[in-house]
């Protein structure tokens, strides 16, 4: 059953903690992607993937660091230095940067205490 | 300013009673167009690709339009599960992969 899996569905964080969230695919997609989103936003992209070992910042990359050591998996980290960082991350994949469809995963949301 | 505007904003309907939805795009060189379905708390949820003026895709009871400003989500006879926020974005040519999207549409279908 081929699709897009992100974990964990729930993440509260303290102030001045990391956390990282998971995104993996097993649909043989070479792109990935981070969104977040926010009540009353459009989703906003985070960071982008179009092949193992490299990677791009998107419109809101401050805060967060990602890596792409294997096809499969693409890794958020949500850094301290990001100063609002409480919303609903999402990650997406296409087959490759040509095809433009994305598909999304469940999402994790992420909450600040 | 923003690149990609959906209105309304929320729409309820009578079970059966069709309508429309708006996605007005402004950027240059559009690359594609694409509407999603989102549930509460759930990943949104993929229904067409449109890349040119005139093109026209169908799926059960949506029909998804494209003009060179905009495109329409057309529901016909909606059902109770078609509630949901749909979403639209684009990708612009030259530009970065990322989608750019509107924020969206929450339609509810009463019984």
């Known amino acids: 059953d081929g699709g897009i899996t992100q974990s964990p569905k729930y993440l509260f964080r303290k102030e001045g903690q990391n956390v990282t969230l998971s995104c993996e695919q097993n649909?043989?997609?070479?792109?990935m992607y981070w969104y977040r989103q926010d009540p009353g936003q459009g989703l906003r992209l985070i960071y982008y993937?179009?092949?193992?070992?490299?990677?791009q910042k998107g419109d809101i990359a401050e805060g967060y660091s990602v890596s792409r050591e294997k096809k499969e998996s693409f890794p958020l980290t949500v850094t301290s230095a990001q100063k609002n960082p409480t919303a609903f991350y999402l990650c997406?994949?296409?087959?490759?940067?040509?095809?433009?469809?994305?598909?999304f995963g469940p999402g994790t949301r992420l909450t600040v205490l | 300013e923003d690149q990609v505007t959906q209105s309304p904003e929320a729409l309820r309907l009578q079970e059966g009673e069709s309508s429309s939805l708006n996605c007005s795009y402004t950027v240059s060189g559009l690359r594609g167009l694409f509407w999603y379905r989102q549930d509460p708390g759930k990943g949104p949820e993929f229904l067409f690709t449109l890349y040119s003026a005139g093109e026209e895709k169908e799926k059960e009871r949506l029909k998804a339009t494209l003009t060179k400003k905009e495109s329409f989500l057309h529901i016909t006879a909606p059902k109770p599960e078609d509630s949901a926020t749909y979403l639209c974005a684009v990708r612009e040519g030259g530009g970065a992969d990322g989608l750019t999207f509107g924020k969206g549409t929450h339609l509810i279908i009463q019984p």
């Open positions: 649909l043989n997609h070479d792109a």
């Open positions: 993937s179009q092949i193992v070992n490299d990677f």
């Open positions: 997406a994949s296409s087959a490759d940067r040509r095809t433009d469809t994305q598909y």
